[in-house]
């Protein structure tokens, strides 16, 4: 049968009626990969998966949660949706909203956002309103807003967006035959890793599996509210998309951490980078700077022990590394690009060098 997105799929665990307009773009049924080369390199015994979510239609996982968001949206008779993104849910809104015919307003930091996610917004022809502050500011503003003007808010404060998302919990298990021991994340609002727990609880007990997960979320040293165990009011990283200071699901969050006996840690942007550039050197598979901590985390938790051997751990790959070229191309060596004349022994002698 035709794949037509995950409302469809997992229909009977999702809030839509039998005649509800369902709003999809074929979001979900994302591959999960299990990594070849990075175990072997870290020396350990572990069955490591990525969750490949930037393979979704507009490159990030948020798709799972405005596909939801926009069906229930267009259900009630809405004609326009608004966020506030560092970029991601407003490339989602406005592909969603193009598709179901109606608004989007997405407010964003200003310069602040990754290129191919202002190409999305921007093309999908969505209404973009760039403000003189950061995602936590924006935040604030759309909480207000729908007192103030006729728009639905599609931000994870949406509890439909939520429900859309804990979706990729099912396909984890629905694919492996059991719960993960450990699902590692990366953490800026905390809608993913609560979403999550949804999925997995939901789960385990309706005795689609035996377990839940450990949950372990990974926040960049300069935006880790969790790890200060308060607000930062002026986060900063190179993962854009977890550039979060004040996160909006916190209580959820800190809540499941205690329940499922997980665990959050801050990392650098060296070694989020550094772990983008060994995922696509090592395994093939680009994500953006947000997604790799989940991998970077892991590897360092899967060192030190604290992951044990004999585990099966899934990372999270929240979006895709065409998000971001600008930090992707700032991650290589222009220099190394070799520049020849159009002749085959000038090719021949690169190619030869170079083996
Ligand atoms: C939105 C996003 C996150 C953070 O997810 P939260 O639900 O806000 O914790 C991480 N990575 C990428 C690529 C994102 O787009």
Redesign the pocket.
């Known amino acids: 049968m035709r794949y037509t997105g995950l409302i469809e799929k997992y229909r009977d665990r999702l809030p839509v009626g039998d005649n509800t307009r369902l709003i999809s773009l074929g979001e979900g049924n994302t591959p999960l990969i299990k990594l070849e080369n990075i175990p072997v390199l870290l020396g350990k015994n572990v069955d490591l998966y990525i969750k490949y979510e930037g393979l979704n239609p507009t490159g ?3 798709d799972r949660g405005m596909t939801m968001a926009v069906t229930h949206a267009v259900e009630e008779g809405s004609k326009a949706i608004i966020c506030a993104s ?4 407003s490339a989602a809104a406005a592909a969603y909203a193009a598709r179901a015919g109606i608004k989007a307003f997405v407010i964003i930091p200003e310069g602040k956002i990754a290129l191919g996610k202002l190409a999305q917004a921007m093309i999908h022809g969505s209404t973009i309103i760039q403000i003189k502050g950061n995602f936590d500011d924006g935040m604030e503003i759309v909480k207000e807003i729908a007192d103030h003007a006729p728009v639905s808010i599609v931000n ?1 404060i949406n509890p439909y967006r939520l429900q859309g998302q804990k979706t990729a919990a099912f396909e984890i298990i629905d694919e492996l035959g059991a719960a993960p021991d450990y699902h590692c ?9 609560t979403a999550h727990w949804m999925g997995y609880t939901e789960y385990k007990d309706a005795g689609k599996a035996s377990k839940t997960p450990v949950m372990v979320g990974y926040q960049a040293e300069g935006a880790a509210p969790f790890i200060k165990g308060s607000r930062v009011d002026n986060p900063e990283t190179v993962a854009t ?2 550039r ?1 200071g004040n ?1 909006q ?1 916190w209580d959820q969050a800190l809540k499941l951490s205690k329940e499922s006996k997980g665990w959050f840690t801050a990392h650098s942007d060296d070694i989020i980078l550094a772990a983008q550039k060994l995922l696509t050197e090592k395994e093939g598979i680009f994500c ?1 700077p ?2 790799a901590i989940s991998v970077a985390g892991a590897m360092i938790d899967i060192q030190s022990g604290k992951i044990p051997e004999g585990s099966t751990v899934v990372c999270t790959l ?2 895709h590394g065409l ?1 971001d070229p600008d930090t992707a191309i700032g991650q290589c060596d222009q220099s190394a690009m070799i520049n020849v004349n159009p002749t085959l022994k000038e090719v021949k002698k690169a190619i030869l060098d170079n083996m």
């Open positions: 990030s996982f948020k560092t970029g991601n849910t994870s994340l990366p953490v800026g609002n905390a809608g993913n890793i998309a977890i979060i996160p699901s953006e947000a997604s929240t979006g998000k």
